[in-house]
């Protein structure tokens, strides 16, 4: 069978079956759209394409978990069904807690900056931060989950893009001690969803990603209280603290931090409040 003829007849969307082509037959986008039609598929190629494909049309099996990875801030994360899969609206926290390392160690070239990642699932907003400030030989880097698979998939991801990072095992600051540490730079995404919300949530989120990552008690509000009960023991005097929240959560999260030095909200592109961040 030729390649275009299979890639014609799929019933997905055309993007998310070139990516599965991409996948099986390790061809290029460019390479698929020009070279399709002279590329004969062998039988357990179309056997694998066919797999993935009647997997995701007939069950809205997650691609993502199919291919088994997502790219986040042009890296590529390994994921599994252990970790949510990264969406571009963590993009905003990433940024944010970028420019406020960024901030610090140009206010202090000599200073030793220590990050924490809470609820980190695939670690793609520690990685991403570490990557991004790989020369920075004062910063260092920890992360946290409640979920012993999360936590070892997203050692999986540090390897893979060479960062070092010091990963635990935690429900949010339970077991985060590290001698004492405290830090220049808390960043969370964690668990804000509703129970109420679920009747509109997507199939696929719904039935195939993990709910200890999605969903939180008390209107979605449940680790945001526990955050703002528990992070000053483990934040620095003059630190930040910097969280994702839903997109109707931002003025309800920063009301939990009434006592702070100051908190702003960052929106989205479509002005919804993305980012609450904290500074102490």
Known sequence: ???????????????????????VCGLDRLHIIINSSDFELNNAQIEKLNYIHDKRFNNNYPL??????????GLKFKVTPEVLIPRP????LVVEAFDCISSIRKSDPDKQIDVLDLCTGSGCISICLRNSLKND??????????????INIAKENSKTHNTSINFIQSDLFND????????DVIVSNPPYI??????????????????????????????????ANESASFIKPGGHLIMEVGFN??????????????VKIVNDYSGFGRVVHVFN
Do not use: C
């Open 1 to 23: 069978m030729k390649l275009s003829n299979w890639r014609n007849a799929s019933k997905l969307p055309k993007h998310e079956t070139d990516l599965i082509i991409e996948y």
């Open 64 to 73: 993502q978990y199919l291919l088994g990875s997502a790219d986040f801030m």
């Open 89 to 92: 609206d963590t993009e905003f």
């Open 137 to 150: 030989n004062k910063l260092d880097v920890y992360a946290s989950d409640i979920s012993a698979g999360a």
């Open 176 to 183: 985060v001690r590290f001698a004492g540490k405290k830090f």
């Open 194 to 227: 509703s129970w109420d919300e679920k009747a509109v949530m997507s199939e696929d989120t719904l039935k195939y990603e993990p709910s200890l990552a999605l969903f939180a008690n008390d209107a979605g509000l449940e680790f945001y209280k526990r955050i």
């Open 249 to 262: 959560q931002a003025e309800n999260v920063a009301a939990l931090f009434k006592n702070a030095h100051k």
